[in-house]
């Protein structure tokens, strides 16, 4: 029986479709840079540059890159585990891709994370719930480094007394948080044992199609825990430089704008603005000025100098998240 073929109209027509979604992809992404950019103080944040030394500025640079090669190599190193052939400097490219996405829309710097399951799932082949699993476990991992270094914060903001409570009572407010912290690793241990807590949780509610998905991914999460046991503690370990060298980064900046602060203030004023991008807008935009004008001001810094800080990070970050969409906008579209 011969085999008929497909009209060449049909076939044009996909691909006009496919040349739409990508142009709507790369209008979309184009848009929410152009908000970014309309609304950044692009006249203030030269005049910060001003103050800082060319050596200075490129140190900043080397400390970013640093950051996200090492957030890089920690998803690498999960999907690397089972998949041994896959390169590691196109998933910089995605990571950073995935952060311009995250930055540039609504929500506490999540919603790139798709890109990270549909490039593992057409680059290399791997199906949606493998593919899912690997960044599930990326992100527990994050968790666990940032929920340490937000205990540390939150200790240091204690200690430097930005909130004014009396010790046992501060401690007692915090006890909720404190548990929340323990989630990551808690949530790992359980895995590695065969207990899937989020399947638990889920099915409580409902057992339909993407309950069953999540279910399917946490599963495998907990798979890769038990069977690449190093691969997991190296990650881990990736995580936790990462998450200090972050940290390390508010040091300089502090330290090159000429604010003097103790180890304890600079700590606590960089939860308070870590703590500014949970809230449900682009980039922590407001939050985070406001986070380091209110923490900072604490200390006896000027607000000018406290302004100068969130400019450079937001320099920085737009920088970055450029760079990002830039990314997404091409491959995504391909």
Same mark, same amino acid.
């Given at each position: 029986m011969a085999v008929i073929p497909l009209p060449q109209r049909e076939t044009a027509g996909v691909k006009g479709k496919r040349i739409a979604l990508q142009m709507l992809w790369v209008l979309t992404l184009s848009a929410l840079l152009y908000f970014a950019l309309r609304n950044a103080p692009l006249t203030e944040i030269y005049q910060t540059l001003q103050q800082l030394q060319l050596w200075q500025i490129a140190i900043l640079l080397f400390i970013n890159a640093a950051i996200y090669a090492l957030v890089t190599l920690r998803w690498w190193i999960i999907v690397r585990a089972e998949s041994k052939a896959v390169p590691y400097l196109p998933f910089l490219a995605v990571r950073v891709a995935v952060f311009g996405v995250s930055y540039f829309t609504l929500g506490p710097q999540v919603g790139g994370e798709p890109l990270q399951v549909l490039y593992l799932q057409r680059k290399y082949g791997l199906t949606y719930t493998r593919a899912t699993a690997s960044v599930f476990m990326d992100k527990l991992l994050e968790f666990l480094a940032n929920f340490l270094l937000l205990g540390v914060g939150l200790t240091a903001i204690l200690e430097a007394g930005i909130l004014s409570t009396n010790g046992s009572n501060s401690f007692v407010s915090l006890s909720g948080v404190v548990i929340l912290f323990l989630w990551p690793p808690i949530h790992i241990v359980l895995m590695a044992r065969g207990?899937?807590?989020?399947?638990?949780?889920?099915?409580?509610?409902?057992?339909?199609?993407? @309950?069953?998905?999540? *279910? &399917?991914?946490?599963? /495998?999460?907990?798979? $890769?825990?038990?069977?690449?046991?190093?691969?997991?503690?190296?990650?881990?370990? @990736?995580?936790?430089? *990462? &998450?200090?060298?972050? /940290?390390?980064?508010? $040091?300089?900046i502090t330290s090159f704008l000429q604010i003097d602060l103790s180890v304890s203030q600079t700590i606590a004023a960089w939860t308070a603005g870590w703590l500014s991008f949970l809230v449900p807008w682009p980039g922590g935009l407001g939050a985070l000025e406001a986070s380091q004008v209110f923490a900072l001001g604490a200390f006896g810094v000027t607000a000018a100098s406290a302004i100068s800080v969130t400019l450079w990070m937001r320099l920085r970050d737009l920088l970055i998240g450029g760079l990002g969409l830039l990314f997404a906008s091409g491959g995504v579209g391909k």
């Open positions: 207990v899937y807590p989020l399947t638990i949780l889920l099915r409580k509610i409902s057992n339909n199609k993407f @309950v069953r998905f999540i *279910a &399917a991914s946490e599963r /495998m999460a907990g798979t $890769f825990c038990r069977r690449h046991f190093h691969s997991l503690l190296a990650a881990i370990a @990736v995580s936790l430089v *990462a &998450a200090a060298v972050m /940290m390390s980064e508010y $040091f300089f």
